[in-house]
Each structure stands twice: as structure tokens, then as C-alpha cells.
């Protein structure tokens, strides 16, 4: 019997919806590799955080195998494309609410490290996501 289809993209959906429906934006945050299409400039060690939240995040689609939108960076339209595999969190941007995951070694290869500024929303404001109370609440689910 072949192996199961990762639980991953499900509850990544399912916690969008979460945060949609009440009022929350969501964040995801992605560890950056060879396959992964995102503005460059915007990674800070190997890592970038996005808003995908319907005023942010144009055409998105939360596919079993990556995630696609496009986003404006400082003005400037850019489509986006990330592999599931590459997703390590999501979360609501006003209570940290939300979910980790682990990401495999063999998913990093190739991570790019960047000493840029910190990144930017892709709603175009400059200010990093916050958490109100300190870090957010995540947990790793395999």
C-alpha cells in the first residue's frame, strides 16, 4: 500500500480558515531552498515570513503540494511559490495562535542565508508581524 498524503496541507488550510473567519491575519513562515520562489531580498537566514491573508495574498491557492500567490513587495508585484515541504509555521498575526512543523533535513538543502532587512509585509508595510504577550504558541505536528 502506498504511503499516506501528508496531513500538513489539510491543517495549514484548515488554520487559514481559522484565521479568516475571525478576523485574523494569517502568517505563514518558510524556510527557504532551491524550489522555493520568493522575493530574495526579503529572507533573513535562510527564512522569510509572509502575510497570506485575502488583502495581501492575490490568486491564492493552498494546493496538497505547494502554496502559489502573488503579493506586492515595496510596490513591486511578485508571484510566489512554495513547497508545502518548505512551510514551517502558520499563524494569526494578533494572538500568535497557530501551528509549527517539522521540516526534514533533506528539505533544506540549499537554504539560502541572507543578511538583508528584516522582511517586509507583502501588504506593502515595513512593520515584522507581531505577537501581543510574548512568542507565539506553536506546535510541531509530524
Same mark, same amino acid.
Given at each position: 500500500?502506498?504511503?499516506?498524503?501528508?496531513?500538513?496541507?489539510?491543517?495549514? $488550510?484548515?488554520? =487559514?480558515?481559522?484565521c479568516v473567519?475571525? &478576523?485574523?491575519?494569517?502568517?505563514?513562515?518558510?524556510?527557504?531552498? &532551491?524550489?522555493?520562489?520568493?522575493?530574495?531580498? =526579503?529572507?533573513?537566514?535562510?527564512?522569510?515570513?509572509?502575510?497570506?491573508?485575502?488583502?495581501?495574498?492575490?490568486?491564492?491557492k493552498l494546493?496538497?503540494?505547494?502554496?502559489?500567490?502573488?503579493?506586492?513587495? &515595496?510596490?513591486?508585484?511578485?508571484?510566489? =511559490? /512554495?513547497?508545502?515541504?518548505?512551510?514551517?509555521?502558520?499563524?494569526? $498575526?494578533?494572538?500568535?495562535?497557530?501551528?509549527?512543523?517539522?521540516?526534514?533535513?533533506q528539505e533544506?538543502? &540549499?537554504?539560502?542565508?541572507?543578511?538583508?532587512?528584516?522582511?517586509?509585509?507583502?501588504?506593502?508595510?515595513?512593520?515584522?508581524?507581531?505577537?501581543?504577550?510574548?512568542?507565539?504558541?506553536?506546535? /510541531?505536528?509530524?
Open positions: 500500500m502506498s504511503e499516506p498524503i501528508s496531513t500538513k496541507p489539510y491543517l495549514l $488550510r484548515a488554520l =487559514y480558515e481559522w473567519d475571525n &478576523g485574523y491575519t494569517p502568517y505563514i513562515s518558510v524556510i527557504v531552498n &532551491g524550489q522555493t520562489r520568493v522575493p530574495q531580498e =526579503y529572507v533573513r537566514n535562510g527564512e522569510i515570513v509572509l502575510n497570506i491573508g485575502p488583502l495581501a495574498a492575490n490568486k491564492l494546493g496538497n503540494e505547494h502554496v502559489e500567490f502573488s503579493a506586492r513587495f &515595496g510596490g513591486v508585484g511578485k508571484e510566489l =511559490y /512554495i513547497p508545502i515541504t518548505q512551510v514551517s509555521s502558520i499563524y494569526a $498575526r494578533e494572538n500568535g495562535h497557530g501551528m509549527s512543523f517539522d521540516i526534514d533535513n533544506q538543502i &540549499g537554504v539560502a542565508e541572507s543578511t538583508q532587512p528584516p522582511p517586509a509585509a507583502p501588504d506593502g508595510s515595513n512593520t515584522p508581524p507581531s505577537s501581543p504577550g510574548g512568542k507565539p504558541s506553536l506546535r /510541531i505536528v509530524k
